[in-house]
Nanobody, 114 residues
Framework: QVQLVESGGGLVQPGGSLRLSCAAS????????MGWYRQAPGKQRELVAS???????NYYDSVKGRFTISRDNGKNTVYLQMNSLKLEDTAVYYC????????WGQGTQVTVSS
C-alpha cells in the first residue's frame, strides 16, 4: 500500500519560514519523481516544485529563490523549504510521487497571515 504523509504545515507570519516533509512508503522512492503542489481556496491545484530521481529540480516562477525542494532517498522523504513566505502562499500543500502512475498525499495546510 502506497502512502505519502505530509507534515510541517501551520500558521506563519509574512516573511517567515516553514519546512514541509513528505514521507513515502510502499514505493521504490529513489526511482520516483517527487513534487509539491498547492491549492488555494477557489483555485486550481498548481505545481510548486518538483525533483526528479536524478536530482534535477523545477520551480514555479512565483516561488523561485524562496522555496527549495530536496529529497533524502535514505529516508524516503522529500522536503520543501519555504522562506520569505507571502500571503499568497496560503494553500493546502500536497506531495505527489510519479513514475507512470501518480500517488498523492492528503495535504497539509499552510497559512500565511499577520
Amino acid at each position: 500500500q502506497v502512502q505519502l504523509v505530509e507534515s510541517g504545515g501551520g500558521l506563519v507570519q509574512p516573511g517567515g519560514s516553514l519546512r514541509l516533509s513528505c514521507a513515502a512508503s510502499g514505493i521504490n522512492f529513489r526511482l520516483y519523481a517527487m513534487g509539491w503542489y498547492r491549492q488555494a481556496p477557489g483555485k486550481q491545484r498548481e505545481l510548486v516544485a518538483s525533483i526528479f530521481s536524478d536530482g534535477i529540480t523545477n520551480y514555479y516562477d512565483s516561488v523561485k529563490g524562496r522555496f527549495t525542494i530536496s529529497r533524502d532517498n535514505g529516508k524516503n522523504t522529500v522536503y520543501l523549504q519555504m522562506n520569505s513566505l507571502k500571503l499568497e502562499d496560503t494553500a493546502v500543500y500536497y506531495c505527489n510521487a510519479r513514475r507512470g502512475v501518480l500517488y498523492w498525499g492528503q495535504g497539509t495546510q499552510v497559512t500565511v497571515s499577520s
